[in-house]
């Protein structure tokens, strides 16, 4: 199943680097969320688009608009992660069962068992808004994400 422009976000929950449950739909109504699956942390492309996140924290995280990133690493990589780089979003783990969310949205590479880079923008009403999928070695552009967000 792949998620296009203008369908409902499917739901989920997962924990974040802090064991903390996140659901999806908990922001439904009163935030846009941008979700950005990536491969693996601690790799370099997706240091880089995580910290290009994080320096521009102010357009990706506040009163109208929340940052969730996911990848099928456990809570433990996450959170050790976050702590060398100063990550204060939510990096949520796919880790099981293995993939299901990214499967969800179809990204998830079964062949590797990583997730590509797929980015949703989802709007307070809960449809996406904007999809963009990359391979894995290919790195995003954060500033279309800024884009969206600013006519959302």
Known sequence: MAVDVGDEAP??????????PVRLSSFRGSKNVVLVFYPLSFTAVCQGELCAIRDGIE???GDDVITLAVSCDSTAVHKRWAEEHGFTFPLL???WPHGEVARTYGVLD???GL???GTFVIGKD???AYKV???IPDARDANAYRTVLATL
């Open 93 to 95: 783990a796919d880790f």
């Open 126 to 128: 809960g449809r996406v």
């Open 115 to 117: 997730a590509l880079r």
């Open 133 to 135: 999928v990359n391979a």
């Open 11 to 20: 739901d989920f929950e997962l924990p974040d680097q802090d064991r903390a």
């Open 59 to 61: 357009d990706f995280r």
């Open 110 to 112: 079964e062949a590797s």
